[in-house]
């Protein structure tokens, strides 16, 4: 009996490897297949320096998963047509974790898609990352990108991947329909805004939909907003100081910050839920008030991605919502752009792995999934024609006429500050009208490594 | 007579040294197959078919074999040896999975150790220094505490009031299923489950359970995971939910294991139910309780998926297991995560003490 119980089992097991390896066999026979058919000049191309690299395979691990991932597979198919080179994409939810765990255990990929570059910058520092610089050359990649963004990318000295995708966070969602009914303008400035905002309150519509949970996340939401003001408040020199370090949380520089974000988060005319519903909302569905007809709230600052979580069935990006850039405070700063991007550094130096590089630093590698819309594209040579939608050709002309650029800080600061006491802190002072701010902002300073 | 002897004696040897060929050839065999698994070009089938045969198949022979070989050896010598066979095996994995992890914990505990650092360098204290000052420290210990009270005490209450009450029922066995299938569910399943019970919409009309309750009754919503520090208590709710289900099961045996002459003796000497549930019942089934209580207080111990799904620690919810997460793998700094490690461990410890002791003594 017991034998018999442990044969079945056995062989249901071999079944099970068998049918959950099945679907890699299929895509192995297609894959020879293809080569199979009519020999292609391999060589040809901009990426291999004219050599014949077809057959070999480049693996890139990245946190893209479930659709961004299929379109990220799509937009490498014309580099595997011109290269013959294999580039397969595996992506993970726990990237984060898993991407040091596989760099210290020595299996790194060969090719990871970071979506923060203060993690980038813990594995540069042990020394698992190599310079592109060294094997693109500083001018190639200037003429790709704006000096902004190689800035960026430019970690202990050297440049640890190029930019794949742009993220702009400095933008305001809005219900299209009750600003022409209302007659309300586009804000130019922050107290206009400000001033839209009372007009909104004394013709009886809630101004503001905010939200800042992200369960282990919670609180960038807020420290989004806090980016956003500490540019357009103070000179981008001041900016970098703060995210250095030097320029400490307990600073009048950034408790003046903190300022203009309770004049509207914490009047309870402006914001729905008030600070409850601040604290408590997924920022995913905060965006929801604005979209749906009644709209519950007018107004919703969220960065681009945010139209994926559009409800669906509900109001679309065009014809019910609209966008504007946040404007400036002050305008000696000009029109500061806070963003955000993945940058894809190389773990591993091999011929075909150089020749991916060059390819993810041109503007087609990122053609097909920006075709689906709801992707900016960080390369010079992205002709803005190729944008679906006015709307993904809008945020594309609003990174372009940025004065200033800076990436997101709380994903530039060490993690323990920048995805730790940063996000709490600021979700503590938002959640508790009680709260000690001084003992906050003394905390955040303290947690630096 | 000696040829036989010889013969014996040969055919012993022979066995012998094919016991030993047998354990050269399977030593073999596994470190073959080791470094064919991390063969990337070898077929995905292939692997998972060799892993099945060595990794059953192969701990089996192993097992005859060197049982076969303690066989060939003299009486004293192979009852000495025989139970190390059995038990070397086990120890070694929980050297490698345990007890190793365990002192390494113990040791980058004390040093400068972070994400893309390298190797742990600086020895000291300064781990338990920063961990042992901040504020938040003390709230978490606060709420394991209370994690730590309320849990047990609940959940192994209604588990034995539940199991004496369904005892006299027709329809027991449903009565029993029902609450026991919380048991089923994942804590990562049972935290979504509640979060949309707590659930506070920002507009419209509220979909979380508890909200639509207190609004139909003409209430405002509330935002339940925000009231301190009754917050916690919902938490806790959630645990005492899916344990109520263990304890009941394990109290039901024990309590139909109460003979039926002694309750008819009890309510002969004129004892009312009440009497009867507190000083024969409770009595009678004490080890079982302890045995529960011990069981659900180290679960307790390690609560981290409630707590990281619901709340992720905010509004003062956090506990031990929680924050040395947040250090390990949000903040990337490993000897602080450790140092937390160490204290949780240490915070565990009087309660395995006392658990293998009783467990030694039953």
Redo the contacts between chains.
Sequence with gaps: MFKKILLVL?AG??LF??AS?GG??EAESSAAAESAEPAVDYSDNPYTDGEDLSGTTVNIFGAFVDNDAARFEDSMVPFEEATGIDVVYEGSGDF??LI?VRAEGGDPPDVAAFPQPG?A????????VYDVAEWLGMDYLSQQYNDAWTDLAEIEGIQAGVWYRASIKSLVWYNKPVFEEEGYGIPETWDEMLALSDQMVADGYTPW?I?IES??A?GWVATDWLEDIMLRIHPPEVYDAWVAGEVKFDSPEFREALDYLAEIWFNEDYV??GR??I???PFG??V??IA?DPP??LMHRQANFIMGFMPEGGAEVGPTLGFFYLPPIDSAMGRPVLGAGDLLGPMQDRPEVRAVMRYLATGLSTKAWLEQGGFVSPHNDTPLDWYPTDVDRGIAEILAAATTFRFDASDLM???VG??TFW?GM??YV?DENANLDRILQ?IDSSY? | MSDIEESVLGRRTIQTALSILAAAALIIIFVWSFSFMRNEEAPKALIAVVALVVGIGGIWALFITVDNLVSQMPVRVRDFLRPYVFITPAFLVLLVYIIYPTIRTIYVSFFDYTRGSGAPVNFGLQNYLVILSDPKLLVAFRNNLLWLILVPAFAVSFGLVIAVLVDRIKWESFAKSLIFMPMAISFVGASVIWRFVYYRSLWGSQIGLLNAIVVGLGGDPVGWLRIEPWNNIFLIIIMIWLQTGFAMVILSSAVKGVPASLLEAARIDGAGEVRIFFQVIIPYVASTILTVTTTIVILVLKVFDVVFVMTSGQFNTDVVANMMYNQMFKAGQYGRGAALAVILFIAVIPIMVRNIRSMNQA
């Design positions: 056995l097991l071999v490897a068998l390896c890699e066999e984060e974790t040091t993690l910058a813990d594995l540069v520092r042990g020394g698992y939909a939200g369960s282990g919670t729905l839920g409850e519903g604290v408590l909302t569905d905060a929801t008030p749906v519950a709230a060490p993690g323990a995805a730790g709490t979700t503590d959640n905390s490594p």
